[in-house]
Nanobody, 122 residues
């Protein structure tokens, strides 16, 4: 039984920081790629960051590049998202995903967490 569990969401001031965590379990083979997605009400799901778990290489959406950093701890099958200089438009439900293809396209991911809410306000 594959399970992804996100944590670390909450409310933060504009310009503040949050750190999200995602713990994966139940895999016989570790996923090749893991990613963070977000979705705000009335908006489509957006790929935020992805990591190729074999070497730690990352890709980011232009909207978060330079502000967010994705990292991993393969020993724990965990990934993280460090979010800095947060803006109101970063407010969304953030989802952790795992799959076999390294991409920011949501359709390429098979397993999803239930999400953690991030709210950015003044």
């Amino acid at each position: 039984q594959v399970q992804l569990v996100e944590s670390g969401g909450g409310s933060v001031q504009i310009g503040g920081s949050l750190n999200l965590s995602c713990a994966a379990s139940g895999y016989t083979d570790s996923p090749r790629a893991m990613a963070w997605f977000r979705q705000a009400p009335g908006k489509e799901r957006e790929g935020v960051a992805a990591i190729y778990t074999r070497n730690g290489f990352t890709i980011y959406a232009d909207s978060v590049k330079g502000r967010f950093t994705m990292s991993q701890d393969n020993a724990k099958n965990a990934v993280y998202l460090s979010m800095n200089s947060l803006k109101p438009e970063d407010s969304a439900m953030y989802y952790c995903a795992a799959g076999g293809q390294f991409t920011l396209s949501s359709s390429r991911y098979d397993d999803w967490g239930q999400g953690t809410q991030v709210t950015v306000s003044s």
